[in-house]
């Protein structure tokens, strides 16, 4: 069977038909994976055993006759810093190195009781701090399309794979923009639902007012099949939300005509490369021409979202990776003579540089005396930034901007200065900071054949709008997988 | 410069790190840069502007309530009986570093 373009329906229609049974298409991905992915580098750990046992029972029920569930025998990755019962679990850093989790992330077992195969875990930065994969602890992840440049991060190793096919669907998490800026690297399709639409239950803490799981896929069609699966209320998230989950796939079927989509000049201004700006402003127009009206809005405190976030990430970074001391699980340094000496050294050797940086930051802006100056101020300016969204939306039903300033970069380009590398999540930490859903539609390409994603910001827990607009887009530009037609 | 090197040494503390004389330069230098970026929001007046910790500040809260009554809709009934098991001791000692069985093994506390 041809793995290229395999999509969510096709996979299971396959199996559902017995064209191909569950069992073999998992071996093929496998094969694939052992041919292709030493030059990509996005797994880190494969789940043999428990792929297959998926798979066969995904046979036994096609082989009754029955009628799949909607993921049946769909083979997916999961970015690692989702735990996996009993297959081993690192967030891309050493200091989790050998932790195999004793429970399942939500999830990722609610997308495995709806019959998907998971292949293994996915490469990204060290506890999704980073916008490259450049800080995984373990490889780097190189960019499908140019294996010079980045994937994106940090679910480099999720879109990667999607990219590559060497998974149908994956599963990534965004902070600050972790899934919509490598799907838009890589070309494929990335959303962050709306904050407490997905439960955050086994998903390693980060920030965790603004850690999101979502879907990273070939079509938007996928991303809404995944969606239907992973959302909802789950008593072990208290932030998860109680708000009904609509059928996003039927909800797909609705026009577009008549939608309103705002365009705000703050992501169209400096600092924006000029083949990214000509492809977001061609992908609105293509909008315009199939019914959507294009009104101008205005979100005047963009300008500080970078600061906001880089303030209020780090210092719920720092809480939470408090935990990480050598006692429980992960890593233990060798020979230290008190418990306090163990807790330094067993940090010191096990985080990287970009994880000790953000400790660092966000340990100052908590500390006495900078408190209010910092993290107070941060969380304010969070309310205006959050209201600059409310206001907009009270105009337009969607909001169509760049994902990120460039198309992908060069392996090595940014990593000596990370200040940098923060200013280029300019347009993908304001969904987060506002808890709003975002979604990375492919658009066009640059003259070196870099994908350029195009971003749809939709109202909170408005998912389906996002969308069917971001379907109107990826029909009217691209195959799906970053092709222009 | 905002950060000195005497800053680094201190926060480091605070977070339980160490790092090394090389790293401590570089973080100096990377500290300002960053809080120097940040600056910028003290070209906002928040004065009248409520923190906001998290979005379900805003949807689902009781906003007439106070305290943890304003996040009543994230909260259960006591339960007696049929609570969710805890980890079986040996599943949670599993990822130990050190162990006897029974309790995760430390350094000593206690330093003289």
């Known amino acids: ?8 329906d096709a996979a299971r229609s396959a199996v559902q038909e017995r064209k191909t049974s569950a069992t073999a298409l998992a071996e093929s991905f496998y094969a694939k994976i052992e041919s292709d992915d030493p030059k990509i580098g996005a797994f880190l750990t494969l789940s043999k055993e428990r792929a297959m046992a998926k798979a066969a029972q995904m046979d036994a029920l096609a082989a009754k006759g029955e009628n799949l569930p909607p993921l049946g025998g769909v083979p997916v990755g999961i970015k690692d810093v989702m735990v996996t019962k009993g297959v081993r679990t690192t967030a891309g850093s050493k ?100 904050y407490g639409r997905v439960s955050r239950y086994g998903l390693i803490a980060f920030a965790s007012s603004l850690d999101h799981i979502g879907p990273l896929t070939k079509t938007v069609k996928d991303a809404a099949i995944v969606l239907r699966t992973i959302a909802g209320r ?28 705002g365009v705000a000049k703050e992501y169209l201004g400096e600092g924006l490369d000029k083949e990214v700006r000509s492809a977001i402003e061609a992908a609105i127009q293509k909008l315009a021409k ?84 910092y993290y107070l101020k941060a969380q304010r300016v969070r309310t205006l930034l959050t209201r600059d969204f409310e206001e907009a939306f009270n105009k337009v039903d969607a909001i169509a901007a760049p994902v990120s300033p ?30 709003i859903p975002g979604i990375s539609v492919p658009c066009g390409e640059t003259k070196n054949k870099l994908p350029i994603g195009l971003q749809i910001l939709g109202r909170h827990f408005d998912e389906s709008t996002i969308l069917r607009v971001a379907q109107a887009s990826e029909k009217a530009v691209t195959s799906g997988k970053g092709e222009c037609p | 410069m905002k950060v000195t090197e005497k800053d680094v040494a201190y926060v480091a503390d605070l977070g339980n790190l160490e790092l090394t004389a090389e790293e401590r330069i570089r973080m100096v230098r990377d500290l300002n840069s960053i809080l120097g970026h940040i600056d ?30 304003r996040f009543a809709y994230a909260s259960r009934e006591d339960i007696r009986e049929g609570l969710r098991k805890s980890l079986p001791h040996d599943v949670a000692l599993e990822n130990a570093p050190d162990s006897d069985g029974t309790f995760f093994k430390v350094p000593r506390v206690i330093e003289r």
């Open chain 2, 40 to 69: 910028s929001l003290n070209e906002l007046d928040t004065t009248n502007v409520q923190p906001m910790a998290q979005i379900s500040d805003r949807h689902g809260v009781d906003q007439s309530k106070q305290g943890s009554e």
């Open chain 1, 1 to 8: 069977m041809n793995l290229d373009l395999l999509t969510v």
């Open chain 1, 290 to 373: 199939q019914g959507c009206e294009i009104v101008d809005v205005s979100l005047p405190h963009t300008r500080y979202a970078i600061p906001t976030y880089y303030i209020v990430a780090t210092a719920e970074a720092s809480s939470n990776l408090a935990r990480f001391d050598g006692v429980r699980y992960g890593y233990r340094a060798k020979d230290a003579r008190t418990l306090s000496e163990m807790y330094r050294r067993s940090r010191d050797q096990g985080f990287g540089a970009e994880v000790k940086r953000r400790i660092m930051l966000g340990t100052y802006a908590l500390s006495a005396g900078y408190y209010d100056a």
């Open chain 1, 234 to 261: 789950d008593p072990m998230d208290s932030t998860s939300a109680d708000v009904p989950v609509p059928d996003y796939v039927a909800e797909l079927e609705k026009p577009v005509r008549g939608l309103r989509i």
């Open chain 1, 95 to 194: 200091i989790l190195g050998n932790y195999v989790p004793p429970y399942d992330c939500t999830a990722v077992a609610w997308l495995e009781a709806a019959g998907a195969v998971v292949l293994g875990k996915l490469n990204c930065d060290e506890f999704a701090m980073g916008s490259s994969n450049e800080n995984s602890a373990w490889k780097l992840v190189h960019n499908p399309r140019d294996l010079t440049r980045v994937p994106g991060g940090s679910s480099g190793g999720s879109a990667a794979a999607v990219a590559s096919d060497m998974a149908v669907a994956a599963l990534g998490s965004d902070t600050g923009g972790s899934i919509r800026q490598p799907a838009s690297f890589c070309g494929v399709i990335g959303m962050v639902p709306t």
């Open chain 1, 406 to 435: 460039t198309a992908a970069f060069k392996l090595g380009e940014k990593v000596d200065d990370p200040l940098a590398m923060y200013l280029a999540d300019i347009y993908t930490v304001t969904a987060d900071l506002a808890g």
